[in-house]
C-alpha cells in the first residue's frame, strides 16, 4: 500500500527529469515507451524529500508533479491499530525481516494500555547469536505430565471456524507447527483439514459446546477451557445468521443461517469446585491432556487464577479488553474487562505470594500486537501471550471492523463465503505467518542481547524495565 | 419497625463505632462445597455423617471443614438436662493457648455464671495428626448463663428494659462473642474466637476435611438430633486457621453455606447500616447474620425471612395469592438490597428455643444455580436429610440401616427445590418437636415456605411388616410356591408382571423369602443368574403398588439382592466362560479381552475412587477398547464420568448403571447406550452425541447441555437447564417435568426434517404406582427461551402453558406429522418404562382424545434479536 500519492498532472511532457532524479525508482518510463508510467508511489518517501536536491516536485519543468498523503493510507487504522503499524506488520509479514526496536510502528497511539508503557532498554547491542538465544515457553509447570514447549513466547488463540475462513485456520495451524506452537480452535469444531495437525492444536471447549465431542478431546495434547473473553465479559461466543454457512452449520451440528449464541457462563460451573469437575471430565476422556483455562479479567482476577490452579490447570489465560475481532460489540470491548497490563502483575504476584508461581504457566492476551508488546507482557509477569489479531493484520487485515457480517471481510480472511475465501491460500498464508514469527523472533533476541538476557524467561516479572509514558515516576503494576 | 428492634440495632452502634469499613469483596473467595444437613426423630451417633461427607471429598479441597450439632444429649455432654437446655455452650478456640487466661479474665467470667466448663475431648491418632496440615486449635466449652447484674447494666445502659428480658440476654451473648473475635481474632493475630454460643448445639471447625472434624474431635459416637457437615473449597492457598471455615454461627443457629455472592459488597453495607460488621470476612459468615437479623432482632416468621433472603420474581410473584403478593412486595421493598444474589445454597440448623423446636432448613436461591437434594424418611424413625449430591443421602441413609434396620437404605421420597417458585418456595424445613409438653419422644414434620406440611408418597405400608422385611433371615418360610413360581419362570418379564401384581397381598415374610431365594437360584448357574439379574433390574426400575409393604424397602432389598449376586459372578481373572465376570478394585489389572462377545463385564464400583485414572470410567473404557460390548457397573456411590472416554462411534456397547452414579454421566457417549437403574445427578450426557440414555428416575441440572444427538429416555424429572444449547437431533421424553429453563437456546433444526425435539410428558407415579398428571405440566417461568431450532411437544390437555412462559417460543397447534415423529418415542417409552400410551398418555379424565387435544407444540420463531442483519439494520448502519 502507498502511504502518499504522487500526482502527475497532463501537462506532463515525459521529459523524465524526474526519473533520472529519483533514488527510489518512483518515476520510471519503459525503455521504447514514449510516456512515462504513472508514479509508483508505494517507493515514496513523502515530503520529507523536500530537503533533497533531487526532490521531484520542485525540480519539474513543467510543474506537474503534486505529493500528498495517500487516502487509502488516511483511513486506514485507529489509535490502537497505527497505520504505521499496519503497514509494518505487512513489511514484517513479507520480507520476515525484524522491525527496529526502536520503531515508531512498534506502538500506536491509543495513549493506554501497552502504548502507555515503555521498555528501558541499554542503547548498545553487544554482539549475540540469536542461535543461542531462548525464546521458549513452558507450557506445563507442574511436576507431572507431558511437557510442552513451545518455541516462541506465544501460541495462537482461539478463532473459530466460521468467524474465520478455513484457509487461515490452516495457514496458522501450519505456521505452528513449524514453531513447535500451538492454535487453539476456537469454539465450533474441528474442520478435517486441520486433522493432520492435531499436535499443534489445543481443542477449546467453550460455554456453547459447539464442535465438541469426544474425538476432538482425545486428539489434542491441550485443552482450553474458554470461560470469558476479554473482549466481552459476560457474554458468550456468538456467530451471526449470514456467518453460519452450510459447512460452519455441520461442523456445528446447527441449522445454516440461523444465529448461533453460546451462554455465558457455563451452565454446568457455577463454583471452583464445578470447575474442577468440568476439568476432571475432559481428563476422563483424555488422562493425558494439559488443561487451559481461558478466563476475562475481573476485579478479583487473581481469586480465578488460584482457583483454576487448584482445579488442576496447567495454563491460566488471562484474556484482557483491548482484543476481540470486529464482531465483539465496541461497548464491550471497551469498557468491562481490566486492561490486561493491571491484571498481568496483580495475578503474578498473587501467585508468588501464593508460592505457586512457578507451577503455572501465566499467558496473556487481548490486544497484543507487536512483538514488544509480547515483550512487555511478559516484563509484566506472564510467560508468554496468545495472539490473535496481529495474524489476521499480516494476513492482509485492514481492520475495517466489518467481522460478524458474512460478506463483510474485503480480504477474505474472517469469512467462510466460498468466493471471498479464494482470496487466499492457506500456502500463501503460512508463509506470511512464519515470516512474521521470524522477525518477531529477531526482534526479542536483539531485545535480550541489550538487556544482556540469553533466555525469555529472565524478563518474566521485570516490572523494573518498565515505565509509564506519562508519569515516569511511578511503578508499573501497582 | 418495632421499637425494641430498633433498641437493640441501636445498642449494637459500637460494633460500626470500632470495626473498620467492610471490604468491598470478601477476602476469602470460594466456590461451591459439599454439604449435607440431616434431622432424625431419634439422636444419631456421628459417624453415620462420616460416610456422606467423604463422598463429597472432591467437593472440599482439605482447606477447611466443620460439623454444626444441635440437640444433643445430657449424658454425653456431662450436664443436667435443664443446664443443657437454658445454658448457653459457648466454645471458645484457643488458636494460641495462652490467649486463654485473660481472654477468660475479661471476657466471661466477668459477665457469666458458668455451670460446667472443661476442653473438648482430642484424638491422640497419629495417622489423623500427621494427615492435618494445621493442627486444629484447643477448644474450650462453658456453659453458662449471663450474671443478672451484668445484663442488668447491659440493659440499663441500652434503654431495653421493654425487651423480653430472655431476648436481652441473648443479644448479650451475641454481643458479646462479637467483642471477643474482634480483640481476640480480628484485630490483628488471631488468637481465639467464639465457635458458637447457642443453646444446646455447638459447632467444630478445622483446616481440614469435615471427616477429620468427626475424628479429630471425636465425634464418632455423639448421639444428635441434627447433623450438618461442609467441605469447604476456598480458592486462596495457604489457609492455615479454621476461623474462615464454615459452618457460621448466628445465636442458635448454624449456617453451612455452597455458592458464591455476586453482591458482597451490597449485602455488607446493608448489615453495616444496621450496625453489624462482618469479622470473618466470607460469604457465609453474613449470611448468618442476616438471617440472624431477621430471626432474631425483627423476629419475621420463618416465611418472611426465607422471602427476604430469596425474593419470589417475575411469573412465580405474579401467581402468589393477593395477600401473599402484598406482603412480599413490603418484604422486598425494605430487604432487596440485602438478598443474596448470584448461585447460593443454604443449610441451617436451628434450636428453635421458644417454639420448643430443633429445626434443619434447606433454602436455594431464585436461579437454582446450586445443586441440591432433599429427602424424607418415614416411619418409626423418621429422617430428613439436604445434601448438594444424591449419593450423599443414600450413603448416609445406608450408613444409619446398618445400625438401625427399620431405616431402609433408600428414602421414601427426594426431591429437588425450585428457587422461588409460587406452590412450595423453594425452601424445606424439618422441624423436629415433642409431642407431651416435651417429654415424649420427638416428631418430625417437613413444611414448605408457606409453612404446608411435605409427606411421603405413600404412606399405607405396614410397620410390622416393615419391621419384618427389614430383619432378613428372620428364619420365615414365606409361601413357597409363590416363591418358586417367581424365582424359576424363566421369563424375567413374566415373572416381574406377577410379581408386581400380586405384591399388594402379600405379606412381608413372602418377600423376605423371595429375595434370598433369587439369591440363591441365582448362584446356582449362569443362566439363572442372568434371569435373575434381568428380574431384580425390573423390580428396581419400574414402579408398581406395594400394597401393606414400605417402597423404599422393597428398592432396598431388590438392590441388595441385585448386589449380592452379582458379586457372586465369577472373577474376570478365574473363569473365562461365564456370562458376568467380576472386576472390582483388587482385580482391575486383570481385566482381559472377552472369550465371547456376549458376555458382560460386570464391575464392582464400591471401593473405586470417585474420579481420576483409578476410577470406574477408565474401567470401563478400557472394557470397550478390549473388546466387551456389555458392562454392569453396580454399587456406585456418587463415581463420576461413567460412560465419559468411549471415543467416536461406539454403537453396540452397552452399560447398565445401578446405585448412584455421579455427575457427568454419560457425557461425550457417541452411539453407546447408557442405562441408569434410578436417578441420575447432575450434568449427564454434556455434549452427547448419537447413542441412547435411558434413566429410570430423575436427572439433575444441565441435562444434555450442549447434546448433538441420540435419543434420551427420562422416568421421572429433570431439574434446571435440561437440553441447554443442544443442537443438531436429540430426541428426549421427559416423563416428568423440569423446574425450569427447559431447552433454553436449543437450536436443533426442524424436528420434521430430522431436527431435534423433547416430548415433555407432565406426569409422575403416585405413590400406590399409579399414574398421575402434575399439578403442572410445566412450573417454570421460562421456557424455550432464545431458541432457534428444535421443537417442544409438551403434554398438555388442560391448555396451562402459556405464552408469558415464553420469550421466543410461540405454541402451536400439532400436526399429522408431528404425531407421526412422537409416537415411534412414545411406544419405546411404553416399552421401556411402562407408561402406556393408549390407557394412560392420550386419555384426559379416563376418556381418550386426539394426539392434537392432547399434546402442544412450542417451537421457534425467527427472532429480529437473534438476526444479525436486520440487527445491523436497525443500528442504522
Known amino acids: 500500500m502507498n502511504r502518499f500519492k504522487v500526482v502527475r498532472a497532463d501537462t506532463c511532457i515525459s521529459c523524465c527529469l524526474c526519473e533520472s532524479l529519483c533514488p527510489y525508482g518512483v518515476h520510471r518510463r519503459v525503455e521504447g515507451h514514449t510516456r512515462i508510467l504513472p508514479p509508483d508511489d508505494r517507493k515514496c518517501i513523502g515530503p520529507a524529500c523536500e530537503a533533497n536536491d533531487f526532490f521531484c516536485v520542485a525540480n519539474c519543468p513543467t510543474n506537474s508533479l503534486s505529493l500528498r498523503e495517500s487516502d487509502n493510507f488516511k483511513s486506514l ?9 499496519i503497514l509494518a506488520t505487512w513489511h514484517q509479514a513479507e520480507t520476515g525481516a525484524p522491525l527496529p526496536l526502536d520503531h515508531p510502528a512498534n506502538e500506536g497511539r491509543s495513549g493506554g494500555g501497552f502504548d502507555e508503557l515503555r521498555l528501558v532498554l541499554p542503547e548498545k547491542t553487544p554482539r549475540y547469536d540469536p542461535d543461542d538465544m531462548s525464546t521458549s515457553m513452558e507450557l506445563n509447570r507442574r511436576g507431572t505430565g507431558e511437557r510442552i514447549r513451545t518455541s516462541v513466547p506465544f501460541y495462537g488463540g482461539g478463532m473459530s471456524f466460521g468467524s474465520i475462513s478455513v484457509h487461515t485456520m490452516l495457514a496458522r495451524v501450519v505456521a505452528a507447527r513449524k514453531w513447535d506452537t500451538f492454535v487453539s480452535t476456537g469454539e465450533g469444531g474441528y474442520p478435517k483439514l486441520l486433522v493432520p495437525y492435531s499436535d499443534s492444536i489445543i481443542t477449546q471447549i467453550a460455554t456453547g459446546l459447539f464442535g465438541v465431542r469426544e474425538e476432538t478431546i482425545q486428539r489434542s495434547r491441550i485443552i482450553e477451557f474458554k470461560y470469558a473473553q476479554g473482549a466481552k465479559p459476560g457474554l458468550g461466543g456468538h456467530l451471526l445468521g449470514d456467518k453460519n454457512t452450510p459447512d460452519v452449520a455441520r461442523m456445528r ?45 475481573p476485579n478479583d482476577v487473581e481469586m480465578v487464577a488460584v482457583g483454576s490452579y487448584y482445579a488442576g490447570a496447567h495454563i491460566v489465560h488471562l484474556d484482557g479488553g483491548y482484543g476481540g475481532t470486529g464482531a465483539a460489540p465496541e461497548i464491550a470491548k471497551k469498557n468491562i474487562a481490566m486492561p490486561i497490563e493491571y491484571a498481568i502483575p496483580k495475578v503474578h504476584r498473587f501467585l508468588m505470594a501464593e508460592g505457586i508461581r512457578d507451577e503455572v504457566t501465566l499467558v496473556a492476551s487481548g490486544g497484543i500486537r507487536t512483538a514488544l508488546d509480547v515483550a512487555k507482557a511478559i516484563a509484566l509477569g506472564a510467560d508468554g501471550v496468545v495472539t490473535g489479531t496481529s495474524e489476521l493484520v499480516a494476513l492482509g487485515c485492514v481492520r475495517c471492523g466489518n467481522c460478524e457480517s458474512g460478506r463483510g471481510c474485503p480480504r477474505g480472511i474472517a469469512t467462510t463465503d466460498p468466493e471471498l475465501e479464494r482470496q487466499s491460500t492457506s500456502d500463501w498464508g503460512s508463509s506470511i505467518l512464519d515470516n512474521l514469527y521470524s522477525s518477531w523472533r529477531a526482534q526479542w533476541c536483539e531485545l535480550l542481547a541489550r538487556l544482556e538476557m540469553s533466555d525469555i524467561s529472565e524478563l518474566v516479572g521485570r516490572t523494573d524495565l518498565l515505565r509509564y509514558r506519562q508519569r515516569p515516576a511511578k511503578e508499573v503494576g501497582e | 419497625m418495632k421499637r425494641t428492634a430498633k433498641r437493640v440495632i441501636e445498642s449494637r452502634s459500637w460494633v460500626a463505632d470500632t470495626v473498620q469499613r467492610p471490604k468491598t469483596a470478601s477476602a476469602e473467595a470460594e466456590g461451591g462445597c459439599g454439604v449435607v444437613g440431616l434431622a432424625s426423630s431419634v439422636p444419631i451417633v456421628g459417624r453415620h455423617i462420616l460416610s456422606p461427607l467423604a463422598q463429597m471429598h472432591n ?106 428480658r430472655a431476648k436481652a440476654e441473648d443479644e448479650f451473648v451475641f454481643q458479646n462473642s462479637f467483642r471477643i473475635n474482634h480483640r481476640y481474632y480480628a484485630s490483628g493475630d488471631m488468637q481465639a474466637f467464639v465457635m458458637s454460643h447457642g443453646r444446646n448445639m455447638f459447632v467444630l471447625k478445622i483446616v481440614g476435611y469435615a471427616e477429620d472434624v468427626i475424628a479429630y474431635y471425636r465425634l464418632e459416637e455423639l448421639r444428635a438430633h441434627i447433623w450438618i457437615g461442609h467441605q469447604r473449597y476456598p480458592t486462596k492457598g495457604r489457609v492455615w486457621h479454621p476461623g474462615g471455615a464454615h459452618p457460621f454461627v448466628g445465636l442458635d443457629e448454624a449456617l453451612v453455606h455452597n455458592g458464591d455472592f455476586a453482591n458482597y459488597h451490597s449485602v455488607t453495607e446493608y448489615l453495616a447500616q444496621r450496625n453489624i460488621v462482618p469479622l470473618f470476612l466470607t460469604d457465609t459468615e453474613i449470611s448468618v447474620l442476616l438471617f440472624d437479623l431477621l430471626s432474631r432482632t425483627y423476629e419475621y416468621p420463618l416465611e418472611c425471612i426465607i422471602e427476604a433472603l430469596a425474593p419470589t420474581t417475575e411469573r412465580d410473584f405474579e401467581l402468589l395469592p393477593e395477600y401473599r403478593r402484598r406482603k412480599y412486595r413490603a418484604i422486598q421493598a425494605v430487604h432487596m438490597h440485602g438478598s443474596p444474589d448470584g448461585p447460593w445454597f443454604f443449610i441451617i440448623g436451628k434450636n428453635a428455643v421458644r417454639e420448643r423446636r430443633l429445626q434443619l432448613m434447606g433454602i436455594t436461591d431464585t436461579s437454582m444455580l446450586r445443586p441440591q437434594v432433599f429427602a424424607l424418611v418415614d416411619g418409626d424413625v423418621q429422617i430428613g436429610i439436604v445434601a448438594s449430591e444424591k449419593q450423599a443421602v443414600d450413603s448416609v441413609l445406608g450408613s444409619i440401616s446398618e445400625e438401625m434396620p427399620s431405616v431402609p437404605r433408600y428414602a421414601d421420597k427426594y426431591w429437588n427445590a425450585r428457587g422461588g417458585s409460587h406452590n412450595y418456595g423453594g425452601a424445606f424445613v424439618f422441624s423436629l418437636f415433642s409431642e407431651e409438653d416435651g417429654r415424649g419422644p420427638m416428631r418430625l414434620i417437613c413444611t414448605n415456605k408457606f409453612g404446608e406440611a411435605v409427606s411421603t408418597p405413600y404412606r399405607g405400608w405396614d410397620r410390622g411388616e416393615d419391621a419384618r422385611l427389614a430383619r432378613p433371615g428372620s428364619g420365615a418360610a414365606g409361601d413357597a410356591a409363590f416363591v418358586a413360581d417367581i424365582a424359576h419362570r424363566k421369563n424375567a418379564e413374566s415373572s416381574f408382571r406377577s410379581f408386581a401384581s400380586s405384591l399388594a397381598s402379600r405379606p412381608g415374610d413372602d418377600i423376605s423369602a423371595l429375595f434370598s431365594r433369587v439369591v440363591s437360584y441365582a448362584s446356582e448357574s449362569d443362566s439363572h443368574r442372568v434371569e435373575m439379574v434381568q428380574l431384580l433390574t425390573l423390580m428396581i426400575d419400574r414402579v408398581y403398588p406395594t400394597g401393606r409393604l414400605r417402597p423404599a424397602r422393597i428398592t432396598g432389598l431388590a438392590t441388595e439382592a441385585l448386589e449380592a449376586v452379582l458379586r457372586s459372578s465369577p472373577r474376570v481373572e478365574a473363569c473365562k466362560r461365564s456370562a458376568h465376570q467380576l472386576v472390582d478394585i483388587a482385580n482391575r489389572e486383570a481385566l482381559r479381552a472377552p472369550d465371547s462377545p456376549y458376555d458382560s463385564l460386570v464391575v464392582d464400583c464400591r471401593d473405586f475412587p470417585m474420579e481420576g485414572e483409578g476410577g470406574v470410567s477408565f474401567v470401563i473404557s478400557k472394557a470397550k477398547a478390549l473388546g466387551w460390548n456389555h458392562v454392569i457397573a453396580f454399587a456406585t456411590n456418587g463415581h463420576r464420568f461413567i460412560g465419559c472416554g468411549l471415543g467416536p462411534r461406539s454403537n453396540g456397547f452397552r452399560i447398565d448403571v445401578h446405585g448412584s452414579p455421579g455427575d457427568y454421566l454419560a457425557s461425550g457417549v457417541d452411539g453407546a447406550e447408557v442405562r441408569v437403574h434410578g436417578n441420575g445427578q447432575d450434568q449427564l ?32 424429572s429433570a431439574a434446571g437447564r435440561p437440553l441447554i444449547n443442544a443442537v443438531g437431533r436429540p430426541k428426549v421424553v421427559i416423563n416428568g417435568t423440569c423446574l425450569d429453563y427447559l431447552a433454553e437456546s436449543f437450536m436443533a433444526g426442524n424436528p420434521l426434517y430430522g431436527g431435534g425435539f423433547a416430548i415433555v410428558n407432565g406426569i409422575a407415579f403416585d405413590g400406590t404406582g399409579r399414574l398421575v398428571e402434575l399439578p403442572e405440566a410445566y412450573p417454570g417461568g421460562n421456557l424455550f427461551s432464545l431458541a432457534s431450532g428444535g421443537a417442544i411437544y409438551i403434554r398438555d390437555p388442560r391448555g396451562q402453558v402459556g405464552e408469558d412462559q415464553l420469550n421466543g417460543g410461540r405454541i402451536s397447534r400439532l400436526t399429522e406429522a408431528d404425531w407421526n415423529l412422537m409416537l415411534p418415542y412414545l411406544q419405546e417409552n411404553e416399552r421401556l418404562f411402562g407408561i402406556s400410551l393408549n390407557d394412560f398418555l392420550l386419555k384426559v379424565d379416563g376418556v381418550r382424545r386426539p394426539p392434537e387435544e392432547i399434546y402442544r407444540k412450542i417451537e421457534a420463531v425467527p427472532l429480529i434479536t437473534l438476526s444479525g442483519k436486520t440487527q445491523m439494520q436497525d443500528l442504522g448502519e
Not at chain 2, 65 to 81: N, T
Not at chain 2, 686 to 704: A, C, K, M, N
Open chain 1, 253 to 297: 451440528e446447527a441449522v445454516p443461517y440461523t444465529s448461533l449464541f453460546s451462554p455465558f457462563p457455563f451452565h454446568s460451573v457455577y463454583s471452583v469446585e464445578d470447575h474442577k469437575k468440568h476439568f476432571d471430565w475432559a481428563l476422563s476422556i483424555n488422562p493425558k491432556a494439559l488443561l487451559s483455562a481461558k478466563v476475562s479479567t
Open chain 2, 59 to 164: 467437593r472440599g479441597n482439605g482447606k477447611g471443614g466443620g460439623i454444626a450439632v444441635v440437640g444433643l444429649s445430657p449424658e454425653q455432654m456431662g450436664v443436667p438436662k435443664e443446664i443443657l437446655d437454658d445454658d448457653y455452650l459457648l466454645q471458645v478456640a484457643y488458636l494460641k493457648p495462652i490467649a486463654r487466661r485473660p481472654l477468660e479474665d475479661e471476657m466471661i467470667r466477668p459477665f457469666f455464671e458458668i455451670h460446667e466448663e472443661y476442653e473438648v475431648e482430642t484424638s491422640t491418632d497419629e495417622a489423623l495428626l500427621a494427615r492435618l496440615e494445621v493442627r486444629p486449635p484447643a477448644v474450650r466449652r462453658y456453659f453458662c448463663r449471663v450474671r443478672e447484674d451484668a445484663l442488668e447494666a447491659f440493659v440499663k445502659e441500652n434503654g431495653l428494659e421493654d425487651l423480653d
Open chain 2, 685 to 716: 450426557g454434556q455434549i452427547f452425541s448419537d447413542g441412547r440414555l435411558v434413566v429410570y428416575g430423575d436427572v439433575g441440572q444441565t441435562f444434555l447441555y450442549g447434546g448433538k444427538g441420540g435419543e434420551a429416555f427420562v422416568m421421572g
Open chain 1, 77 to 85: 487504522g485507529d489509535p490502537r491499530w497505527t497505520a504505521d503499524m
